[in-house]
Every structure is written in C-alpha cells, then in structure tokens.
C-alpha cells in the first residue's frame, strides 16, 4: 500500500523562550556578622634633645624642650624624668668627664617644681590621652645658675642622660 508520510512543525515562538528563561529567578539568602577589634590602653613617648647654650662661668643658662607622649584616649598617664648621673634630684649634675655642671630641670620656665618621680621635692606631670594621632607636647625648662657653679669647671663639652618614663 501506499504510505503518507505526515511531517508535524511545532513552532516555537522565541517570546515563549523569554518568557520560561526570565521566569528562573534566582534566590537570595542572606546572614550577617560582627567585625571587632580589642584597643589595649597604650602610650609612647619620645623625647628631643635640650641644649643649654653655652656657659661662660658667670652667665645663667636656660632653654626648653618637649618630651612628646601619646596615649590611647582617656589613657591616664604620668612622666617621670630620672634623675641622670646625679644621685638626687635637688642638683642634677652633667659632666665633661671630669669636672661636673650643676643644672636641673623644670615642668615649667617659672623654675617652680623641679620635674622627677614624685619623690620628695619632685612632682611628675601627668595628663590624659586623646588618641594617637594627637600628640601632647609637654615642657621640659632646662635652668643651669652661675651661682651654683662656681667651682674649677674646665671647659669642654658637658652632658647627661635623662631618662623620660610614661606611666599608665
């Protein structure tokens, strides 16, 4: 017999493809959390050199300097200053080696209160912090008298190390 062969389009029209991709919407889920981080209370310091000038036996000598601190905000704080080579605080003594100057130094340039650790005829100064990026510059007056040198002081070059503590 004979035989048809019937051929069947199915035409798919390409709205009908958008449609079923756009209709895949894709989820979202979402879940949060917390970034911390700890500040330690902390504080630096750092301190810059005082140069007296120079003396000729029968002029005073005075100048300042900073010592500079640092300190996490609302970070209490003291600095001390040591009292160098001398053995006291009441005359802080710098040398050439051999022969001795007598100077001392001060929280401000009134020459009122000799600047220590608190012991006996000393004060310290102390402060608060307010963040690192704000530096507290703090004054340190040098004084050295003529009247309290009036011994054989041979010239030369005279120094002593202060050592600057921050307390907090």
């Known amino acids: 017999g004979l035989f048809m062969r019937t051929t069947y389009f ?7 493809l958008l449609a079923i991709a756009g209709g895949a919407q894709a989820a979202t889920k979402t879940a949060s959390f917390n970034v911390t981080a700890t500040v330690a209370k902390n504080c630096v310091i750092s301190a810059n050199p005082l140069a007296l000038g120079t003396f000729d036996g029968t002029n005073d000598l005075a100048a300042t300097s900073t010592v500079v ?12 200053l040591s009292k160098g080579a001398s053995p006291n ?7 050439n080696g051999t022969d001795q100057l007598v100077y ?12 220590g650790d608190g012991s006996t005829g000393t004060i310290r100064v102390g402060g608060t ?17 003529a009247s309290a040198n009036t011994g054989p002081v041979g010239a030369g070059n005279y120094t ?9």
Not at 69 to 80: F, H, L, Q, S
Not at 104 to 115: A, K, Q
Not at 160 to 168: E, L, M, R, W
Request: aromatic share 10%.
């Open 129 to 145: 912090g307010t963040g690192f990026a704000a530096a507290t510059n703090l004054t340190v007056a040098g004084r050295l008298q």
């Open 160 to 168: 002593d190390t202060i050592v600057a503590s921050i307390v907090y």
């Open 104 to 115: 001392n130094l001060y929280t401000d340039t009134t020459y009122t209160n000799v600047w």
């Open 89 to 95: 605080y009441a005359a802080r003594t710098m040398s």
């Open 10 to 16: 199915a035409p798919i029209a390409a709205g009908v």
């Open 69 to 80: 601190v640092r300190c996490t905000n609302g970070t209490a704080y003291n600095v001390d």
